[in-house]
């Protein structure tokens, strides 16, 4: 038996609508400022509580933020992945 892993975010998914609309999610939960969607891209990649600190200013709301973003995931960020339309063709 062989085992095939696919690397979704990037690849075959767009990561950019779930990821950042979770940390506007959070922000907003956190009573913080909430950026456009468009001036979260930075957040795509570096581990989410660097990000998280750097939005909030403070390691505990940082902390706290995870929590915020797990309370709206079953209806909100994994709705929001898209496929890569190219990567469909492989």
């Known amino acids: 038996m062989s085992t095939i892993y696919f690397d979704l975010d ?3 998914t767009n990561p950019k609508p779930g990821i950042t609309r979770s940390i506007q ?3 907003a939960r ?3 400022a909430v ?3 468009d001036e979260l891209t930075w957040c ?3 581990p989410l509580h660097a990000s998280l600190k750097k939005l909030t200013g403070t390691d505990a709301l940082a902390d706290r933020a995870p929590y915020s973003i797990a309370s709206g995931l079953p209806t909100s960020a994994c709705s929001r992945t898209k496929p890569i339309p190219a990567s469909w063709t492989l």
Do not use: H
């Open 10 to 12: 990037g690849t075959l």
């Open 25 to 27: 999610y959070a922000l």
């Open 30 to 32: 956190l009573d913080q």
């Open 35 to 37: 950026p456009p969607e």
């Open 44 to 46: 795509i990649g570096p």
